[in-house]
């Protein structure tokens, strides 16, 4: 929604005057006026609505979600992935996913079936929305692992069946869509996520083929490459 | 050290049975817990507050910070005009049991009366209530029958309430702890009532002497603190302890009442974690002013005067205490640490020749560390040192001195998450002041040797 509708209708509280005989009297501008006024009060609702929205995933972020994954989704602990600045439908998509149970690694039945479970569909559009607009944690790379990532990341490796992972998550790891930020997450997230599809238990026909191959080195190289820590 | 006294020899013997006992009860760590509850309420497995049960994690810190309140399950609700919640009241109770049967083996009898071995079935048997009680108060309540004293009694109980804010950026979980045992309600296993090992036999001697902050005030006071956590790094707590029996009468209660707190015990704790990657490190410090009317001494004699104007001997505990932490999915790793000092001035003690000393002090330190393999397989090890002033009259040992030395190794198997099995071995190389004949009968401190093995669920 508009920012500026919000402001408008947060602070001026528009004020709708709607008079009877301009309905009943066909007055065109009367009737403008009306509809003008109708607009505008769908529209301010909308805009408390996605405020209320934002302030209660604000809320949740805070009171819930930051316990792990940190303040405005910037985890401290490499055991939960950084959500700060991820994409929204990423995130909507993998929240769904634990809920209905589709997404079942480990980590993904330890801890977010659980916190997952009551979650609703306006709930998850509100915190996807709310983590993905956080500013993102960069990457910060270095050395000859973190090169040999680059060059895997960028080219792949044809020997393995490895496409280059920047074809789709983005040629800076931003992501895309459903298709997820990587660049500054954990590296042991990485590569455990990256472990998780090779051995299928993370559910993900394009990521099984892309990683069956995948050797340890590899898998620790990249992840090295786009992580922050 | 005396042990269950199985004879009829008189009142005094009784009496000095059930004071052994009592120091017993009161000196050896606090059996432990793991509530499976908590898991049915949030819809997490054990290893999100668990390294491996009782021992907490980063986010367990978190949860308990949060006064329990933390749930994932459908609730029957109640909402007033302004949407303010009356009642949530979660679809499952928040109930879990545990047990504990055990089977022990002493180096050497403790007197001709008693036997080496005790096995224990159940050692203990626990009822919970672990979870919500509305959004913002939860509650670790646990009910307890004890096999050796064959009663069952409240045990380790904190209920909270717990909210969060938001200042300027940073985060605030604060709250307000009522409980009944000082450091039951601590977020770090540094600290008495959570300090490894989390179990040991019914049957273990403990040294006479220990500090008032270490468990001897377990179940027998009741204290509220208010607390802030920042940013999940830097905590904050202070609060007051009275006894539970404060007032009640020898009438009332049968007994005479010993320990009790005169006024308020103020009881404070900070501490600073910091955690990275997989790793996180804390650093803290605690203490407890007590000063108790009719004080008992380690020597097992007791002040008994009137609760209206008796002395007091006052305990002046200061801690510090830290914690390290690497925790993945294959490696569980906890080593920590603890070390207190207890001044001790013997008003009370002092002039009802119960004392040597108008005033002593006991050091107490221990380090401990464990690892598991996903959270399967682990072992444990720890060593634990107390030593204090010369005083033969309070400390009622043969060489004057309170100091006990002992150390002790574990090997654990968890079929399951909340199934522990356990095989604990605990050498002394110095008990009550002396490593031989300590009690000027011939006894050894390797006598009190003792190997046990037990089997711990809960659900």
């Known amino acids: 929604m508009h920012p500026t509708i919000i402001s408008y209708s947060a602070i001026s509280g528009t004020p709708i005057n709607i008079e009877p005989d301009a ?20 529209a301010s609702n909308s805009a408390i609505a996605a405020d209320d929205q934002t302030a209660a995933a604000a809320s949740t972020v805070t009171k819930v979600c930051q316990n792990c994954h940190g303040p405005n989704g910037d985890s401290t602990s490499a055991t939960f992935p950084r959500l700060n600045g991820q994409q929204a439908d990423y995130i909507a998509a993998q929240l769904k996913n634990f809920r209905d149970h589709s997404r079942s690694d480990a980590h993904a039945m330890a801890y977010m079936w659980g916190m997952a479970s009551q979650l609703s569909d306006a709930t998850i559009d509100g915190l996807a929305k709310y983590l993905s607009s956080q500013k993102p944690t960069l990457a910060q790379s270095g050395g000859e692992l973190a090169a040999e990532g680059r060059s895997i990341y960028l080219n792949g490796v044809a020997a393995n069946n490895v496409p280059a992972c920047g074809a789709c998550h983005g040629p800076k790891g931003e992501g895309n869509s459903v298709i997820p930020r990587l660049a500054g997450q954990h590296a042991s997230y990485l590569k455990s996520q990256l472990e998780a599809f090779r051995s299928l238990s993370r559910a993900n026909d394009v990521m099984h083929a892309n990683t069956k191959d995948m050797t340890d080195s590899e898998i620790e190289a990249v992840s090295s490459y786009l992580a922050n820590d | 050290m005396m042990f269950r006294a199985k004879t009829n020899d008189g009142a005094m013997l009784k009496f000095a049975a059930a004071s052994a006992g009592l120091v017993l009860a009161i000196l050896l760590p606090q059996q432990a817990k793991a509530v499976p509850s908590y898991a049915r309420q949030t819809g997490l497995a054990c290893e999100a507050c668990h390294t491996v049960f009782p021992q907490l994690t980063p986010f367990g810190r978190v949860f308990k910070a949060s006064g329990y309140t933390l749930s994932n399950t459908s609730k029957v609700q109640d909402v007033d005009s302004l949407k303010h919640y009356l009642m949530s009241l979660s679809d499952t109770p928040p109930v879990s049991v545990m047990a504990v049967a055990s089977t022990s083996s002493m180096a050497k009898a403790a007197d001709s009366q008693s036997s080496k071995t005790s096995t224990d079935f159940p050692q203990q048997f626990s009822v919970f209530y672990a979870g919500s009680i509305s959004e913002n108060v939860g509650a670790f309540a646990q009910v307890t029958y004890d096999d050796q004293s064959g009663t069952v009694g409240i045990d380790n109980t904190d209920i909270r309430f717990a909210d969060v804010a938001t200042l300027r950026g940073h985060t605030v979980i604060y709250g307000l702890s009522l409980n009944n045992n000082p450091t039951v ?59 539970a029996l404060q007032g009640a009468s020898v009438a009332q209660n049968g007994n005479l009442s010993n320990n009790v707190i005169s006024g308020v015990a103020p009881y404070w704790r900070i501490a600073y974690e910091a955690d990275w990657g997989q790793n996180s490190w804390e650093l803290g410090a605690s203490g407890l002013d007590a000063a108790l009317q009719n004080p008992t001494t380690p020597a097992l004699g007791a002040v008994n005067a009137s609760l209206q104007a008796a002395p007091t001997d006052r305990f002046d505990d200061i801690g510090l205490d830290s914690q390290y932490q690497f925790i993945t999915d294959d490696s569980q790793i906890t080593v920590a640490g603890r070390a207190v000092r207890e001044d ?4 009370a003690s002092y002039p009802a020749g119960l004392a040597g000393r108008p005033s002593n002090f006991i050091d107490s330190e221990n380090l401990v560390a464990s690892y598991f393999w996903r959270r399967k397989i682990g072992a444990s090890i ?29 090997v654990d198997y968890l079929p399951w998450l909340n199934v522990k099995l356990g095989l604990q071995y605990t050498a002394y190389a110095k008990f009550n002041g002396a490593t031989s004949n300590y009690n000027g009968a011939g006894r050894d401190a390797s006598n009190n040797n003792l190997i046990f093995g037990y089997l711990w669920y809960a659900y």
């Open chain 2, 344 to 347: 001790q001035r013997l008003n």
């Open chain 2, 382 to 410: 720890g060593v634990f040192n107390v030593n204090g002033s010369s005083d033969a009259i309070y400390f009622g040992s043969q060489s004057g001195r309170p100091d006990s030395s002992w150390g002790n190794v574990e």
């Open chain 2, 185 to 243: 309600q601590d977020l770090w296993n540094s600290t008495a009532a959570w300090g490894q090992p989390f179990l040991t036999s019914p049957v273990m001697a403990g040294p006479a002497a220990s500090t008032r902050i270490e468990g001897a005030m377990a179940q027998q006071v009741a204290g509220l603190s208010g607390y802030a956590f920042l940013d999940q790094s830097i905590y904050a707590e202070a609060g007051v302890y009275r006894s």
């Open chain 1, 23 to 42: 309905v009943q009297g066909g007055n065109l501008k009367n009737a403008l006026s009306i509809l003008a006024g109708l607009s505008l009060c769908v």
